[in-house]
C-alpha cells in the first residue's frame, strides 16, 4: 500500500486545470512533481508557484523524464484520447476532466486501454463530491421525495461561452458547447440516482455560423428504471444564468440550482433553500481518489462511468433539430 505522497504530473493550466493545480498543492496526500502547459508562461509560472519544479510545454517529455504516480489531463476535450492512452501506456493512473472524449470511439478505446493497464482512472465529476448534492441525494433514500414522477435538467445561460470563459474551443461546435460543457455533470448525477439511460430524443438549435456551437437543446431520456427526464437549455437570451437540477416526487421536490444552492419542498410547499455544510468539494474528490489509488476502495467516477456518460452526450448531439 502507497503511503507516501502520490507525486502528480499535471498536463494543462487553464480554467479547470489551474483550479485543480491549487488543489493539489494544497491536499496532504499529494506532491505536485510537475506540469505542462502549451503555453511555456503558464506552465513556467506554475511551476515556479509550486516550488520550482519542472516544467514542460510537450507532455511526452514529462511522461519520459519525471517520476509519477498519477497524472491530470486538464485539456480541451479533443486532445484527450492521444495523451489519455499515452499516460496509460506508460503505467500511470490517471485522472481525466470530462466529458471523457471527443467522440464515443474515442471514449471506448480509453475506457478499454484503462481496463488493461490495470491503474485507477478517474474522471473530475466536481459536482457529484459537492454537499448540496450529497444531501439531496442522502434525503431521496430516506424518502423525502416519495415516488419521484419527473428530473428535469435546467441550463439557461445568458452568455455561452461566458465571460470568463473566453478561449479558442468552448464556443466552437467541434468540442464545445454547453452540451458538451455542462450537461455531463447532470447526465452523471442522473446516472448515480437512477442508473442507465435507455433512450435518448433531442433537439438542438444552431446559430448561422457553421463553426459555432449550440444556442439550445430540448431532449428527454428514458431511463432502463426510474422517471422521465427531461432537458432544457439555451443561450444567448435575456435572464440570467440559471443551472438547477430539480426532482419532482409524490411527497416533496428537490432542487439542486447553481451547483451548490440546494432547495426543497413538501406538498404544495414553495421551495426554500437548505442549509448544507461547508465542504471543499474539490479536496474531497482527491481525498477519494488518493483511497483508492492506495486502497483499491474510494468513491471515484471511473471511466465506465465516463463512458456511459459519453453515451448519452453523443446521442443528445445527434439532433433530429
Given amino acids: 500500500m502507497m503511503s507516501k505522497q502520490i507525486q502528480v504530473g499535471i498536463i494543462g493550466l487553464g480554467g479547470m486545470g489551474g483550479k485543480l493545480f491549487h488543489t493539489f498543492l494544497a491536499h496532504p496526500d499529494f506532491q505536485v512533481t510537475a506540469v505542462c502547459d502549451t503555453d511555456a508562461n503558464r506552465s513556467e509560472e506554475a511551476a515556479k508557484e509550486a516550488g520550482d519544479l519542472p516544467w514542460y510545454t510537450d507532455y511526452q517529455l514529462l511522461l519520459q523524464e519525471t517520476a509519477l504516480d498519477l497524472v491530470y489531463i486538464a485539456v480541451p476535450p479533443a486532445y484527450h484520447h492521444r495523451i489519455a492512452l499515452d499516460v496509460l501506456a506508460a503505467g500511470k493512473h490517471i485522472l481525466c476532466e470530462k466529458p471523457l472524449a471527443n467522440t464515443l470511439e474515442e471514449a471506448d478505446e480509453m475506457r478499454e486501454a484503462a481496463q488493461r493497464a490495470g491503474v485507477v482512472h478517474a474522471m473530475n465529476f466536481p459536482t457529484y463530491y459537492r454537499a448540496a448534492f450529497r444531501e439531496l441525494s442522502a434525503r431521496m433514500a430516506q424518502g423525502f421525495l416519495g415516488e419521484v414522477r419527473r428530473v428535469e435538467i435546467t441550463t439557461h445561460f445568458h452568455q455561452w461561452p461566458r465571460p470568463w470563459q473566453q478561449n479558442p474551443w468552448i464556443g ?7 452540451v458538451r460543457e455542462v450537461m455531463p455533470h447532470y447526465i452523471h448525477l442522473t446516472k448515480s440516482l437512477f442508473g442507465k439511460v435507455a433512450a435518448v430524443d433531442s433537439q438542438l438549435e444552431y446559430p448561422e455560423d457553421p463553426q459555432a456551437c449550440e444556442t439550445g437543446i430540448v431532449a428527454t431520456l428514458r431511463l432502463e428504471d426510474g422517471p422521465p427526464v427531461l432537458m432544457n437549455g439555451v443561450s444567448q437570451i435575456a435572464r440570467k444564468e440559471r443551472i438547477a437540477f430539480t426532482l419532482y416526487g409524490t411527497k ?3 432542487a439542486l440550482v447553481d451547483w451548490s444552492r440546494l432547495e426543497g419542498g413538501g406538498v404544495g410547499e414553495e421551495l426554500t433553500e437548505i442549509a448544507v455544510g461547508p465542504t471543499d468539494h474539490l479536496a474531497d474528490m482527491l481525498t477519494q481518489l488518493a483511497s483508492t489509488i492506495r486502497t ?18 453523443e446521442r443528445l448531439l445527434q439532433s433530429r433539430g
Fill in 172 to 178: 466552437g461546435r467541434e468540442q464545445g458547447g454547453f
Fill in 296 to 313: 483499491g476502495e474510494g468513491d471515484v467516477v471511473d471511466f465506465e462511468a465516463g463512458f456511459d456518460v459519453q453515451n448519452v452526450l
Fill in 252 to 254: 416533496g421536490t428537490l
